[in-house]
């Protein structure tokens, strides 16, 4: 079955930051889902206005870290600064934080990492805006395309959505390889056992 990857977002999303990587994602295989606290469609912003619409698949109360393989989080200024003031957003990132799966945020998303009290002691990287925030946090703040720590892959800015969206199907891709191995020594020892 495909891994599945939960989008959380709302207006003001930095366009480019959800529709590249989701397009992405999609073509390597992966399902793409996103939830919103804002029903029906949400407007990023793309280059100081607003851009195309998009349409939302789930409420924000309808989904859960269970249900998915990773969490995308997209920038811009806007959308994070008003998701890190939504309790059920937080839970949903401390639950893919809790069961060490994939948590992807570029641009001014760290914030919602700060929020849910997750990059102490983590090196990330994030929009220099917000490297004093990180650094508040707790975190070590690197200047570079792309910083995995764990299961934390953070990035800077627009330019960096092909290397941002490529080490998050790095980590897919890791986790479907580890679950196969897994099922063949399953599968090995059940045969073991019937001898």
Same mark, same amino acid.
Request: proline share 6%.
């Given at each position: 079955?495909?891994?599945?990857?939960? #989008?959380?977002?709302?207006?003001?999303?930095?366009?480019?930051?959800?529709?590249?990587?989701?397009?992405?994602?999609?073509?390597? /295989?992966?399902? !793409?889902?996103?939830?919103?606290?804002?029903?029906? !469609? #949400?407007?990023?912003?793309?280059?100081?206005?607003?851009?195309?619409?998009?349409?939302?698949?789930?409420?924000?109360?309808?989904?859960?870290?269970?249900?998915?393989?990773?969490?995308?989080?997209?920038?811009?200024?806007?959308?994070?600064?008003?998701?890190?003031?939504?309790?059920?957003?937080?839970?949903?990132?401390?639950?893919?934080?809790?069961?060490?799966?994939?948590?992807?945020?570029?641009?001014?998303?760290?914030?919602?990492?700060?929020?849910?009290? #997750?990059?102490?002691?983590?090196?990330?990287?994030?929009?220099?805006?917000?490297?004093?925030?990180?650094?508040?946090?707790?975190?070590?703040?690197?200047?570079?395309?792309?910083?995995?720590? /764990?299961?934390?892959?953070?990035?800077?800015?627009?330019?960096?959505?092909?290397?941002?969206?490529?080490?998050? #199907?790095?980590?897919?891709?890791?986790?479907?390889?580890?679950?196969?191995?897994?099922?063949?020594?399953?599968?090995?020892?059940?045969?073991?056992?019937?001898?």
């Amino acid at each position: 079955m495909a891994k599945r990857v939960l #989008i959380l977002a709302t207006d003001g999303f930095e366009q480019s930051e959800l529709l590249e990587p989701r397009k992405l994602l999609e073509a390597a /295989g992966f399902a !793409t889902t996103l939830a919103s606290p804002t029903p029906g !469609t #949400i407007r990023g912003w793309d280059h100081g206005d607003w851009g195309k619409p998009v349409k939302v698949d789930k409420d924000i109360d309808e989904v859960e870290a269970d249900d998915f393989d990773a969490l995308l989080l997209p920038g811009g200024q806007m959308n994070p600064d008003v998701l890190r003031m939504d309790d059920r957003v937080i839970e949903l990132i401390e639950d893919f934080d809790a069961d060490n799966k994939p948590i992807a945020a570029i641009c001014h998303a760290p914030w919602l990492l700060i929020e849910a009290d #997750i990059v102490d002691g983590r090196t990330v990287t994030g929009w220099p805006s917000i490297h004093t925030d990180l650094e508040n946090a707790g975190a070590d703040v690197v200047d570079q395309a792309v910083a995995i720590d /764990g299961n934390l892959i953070t990035s800077r800015k627009p330019e960096d959505i092909p290397a941002f969206a490529q080490a998050l #199907i790095d980590a897919l891709e890791e986790a479907e390889e580890a679950e196969d191995e897994d099922e063949e020594e399953e599968a090995e020892d059940d045969e073991i056992e019937e001898l």
